[in-house]
């Protein structure tokens, strides 16, 4: 049987549909796992008008920010939460942020997503770049998708949803992200196939990044960061200073600055390779999997402030590290796009609810680290 496709939004066609609810019960997949997807508007404050997609496997459960550049809003899997409490109440529609503000860093008013997207054109600190104003992490997490669908596969047993966030404009770099989520029934798991599109006449540069913030239960203090490295590098001098143990959390610390550090992730079999944040006791986490060819960069964002100023640890598969975007051109990490080129990655997001789960996925982390000498430096990277 094919899959089941409904169309959520498209603006091509004048499509919009204020809510939308599949279960269990539809005729399409019937099934003993209690699943949904669920469609709608949310109202009030901040988040007035943001549509919002509910997926749930019947183990794991999403939710989906369309009006946010089809970012994550929040999870769930089995009782552990997904995401963390920024100090905003979000989720923030996007005309409520000023990217400008602040000298570029109005992103930060709208952020508090589990996941969130940073690019196309440009991601990192803001400044300028040959004349071009460029704002911290870009443009597509404040771009609303202008196609939606939400796919039920019974041949697979999967649930999915699809969307399109176009950035452009006239004088502007023309790009478009295309993604697709997909989840099977009563599994840990999220796969993410995105790609993006350069739509203009000319090469077109491009960085991408995906922040995946997680916060308490699944980051405390003593929480671990396991991810095979080549390199790594802090960001800054204050980095610098913990570099010792750039890999352990701190808990909550009133006052405390961000420390980056810049990842180089060593890969296993077919180029691939694995990331893993677990709690203290090592009895719940998440993990990352992705091609190194796709995103040959990591990046781990360490903000373990106190818990009202936004207590979250970040990973973040990227394309180039964070810096501004002259200084990662320099270094010749920037990737352009021909004209109708596209940049593609697969990755996957796993959910860990047991000491087992964690071990398991820690042994490969160490099985790929095995093979490859690791070079901590401590000399910052700008």
């Known amino acids: ?88 109440i979000g989720p923030v529609h996007p005309q409520f942020v000023s990217l400008r503000d602040r000298n570029g860093l109005g992103w930060l008013t709208g952020f508090d997503e589990w996941l969130c997207r940073c690019g196309l054109f440009s991601m990192g600190a803001p400044g300028d770049d040959n004349g071009y104003p460029l704002t911290l992490h870009g443009r597509i997490a404040n771009s609303p998708a202008h196609k939606v669908e939400a796919i039920v596969d019974p041949d ?12 452009g404009g006239l004088f502007y770099p023309h790009l478009r992200l295309s993604t697709s989520m997909t989840t099977a029934l009563g599994s840990n798991t ?44 802090p960001m800054t001098k204050w980095a610098a200073q913990g570099i010792g143990d750039w890999n352990v959390c701190n808990g909550p610390v009133a006052g405390f600055s961000e420390r980056v550090y810049c990842c180089v992730p060593a890969a296993g079999g077919e180029g691939r390779t694995i990331a893993v944040l677990h709690d203290a006791n090592e009895s719940k986490g998440l993990g990352v999997r992705w091609s190194t060819k796709d995103m040959p960069c990591c990046s781990l964002w360490k903000n373990t402030a106190a818990v009202e100023d936004g207590y979250v640890v970040g990973l973040e598969p990227s394309t180039n590290f964070p810096q501004h975007r002259s200084k990662e051109r320099a270094a010749g990490r920037v990737q352009s796009l021909a004209p109708g080129g596209t940049w593609r990655a697969e990755w996957t997001i796993e959910i860990y609810d047991t000491a087992e789960a964690v071990a398991q996925a820690v042994a490969k982390v160490d099985k790929i680290q095995s093979s490859v000498k690791s070079v901590v430096r401590r000399e910052p990277l700008t």
């Not at 697979?156 to 950035?167: A, P, R």
């Open 190 to 233: 999220i796969t993410i196939v995105d790609t993006v599109q350069n739509r203009s006449a000319k090469p077109v540069e491009i960085e991408v990044l995906y922040h995946l913030n997680n916060g308490p239960p699944i980051l405390e203090a003593g929480s671990r960061v396991r991810m095979p490295v080549s390199e790594v590098t």
């Open 156 to 167: 697979t047993q999967t649930l999915g949803l699809s969307g399109e966030v176009e950035e």
């Open 1 to 88: 049987m094919p899959p089941i496709v409904t169309t959520l939004t498209d603006v091509a066609r004048d499509v919009w549909l204020d809510t939308f609810a599949a279960g269990p019960d539809d005729e399409a997949m019937k099934s003993a796992t209690t699943w949904s997807i669920r469609k709608r508007t949310l109202r009030g404050g901040l988040r007035e008008g943001v549509d919002i997609i509910d997926v749930d496997n019947g183990a794991l459960s999403f939710s989906v920010l369309p009006t946010r550049g089809m970012g994550i809003w929040k999870g769930r899997f089995r009782g552990v939460s997904l995401g963390w409490q920024a100090p905003v």
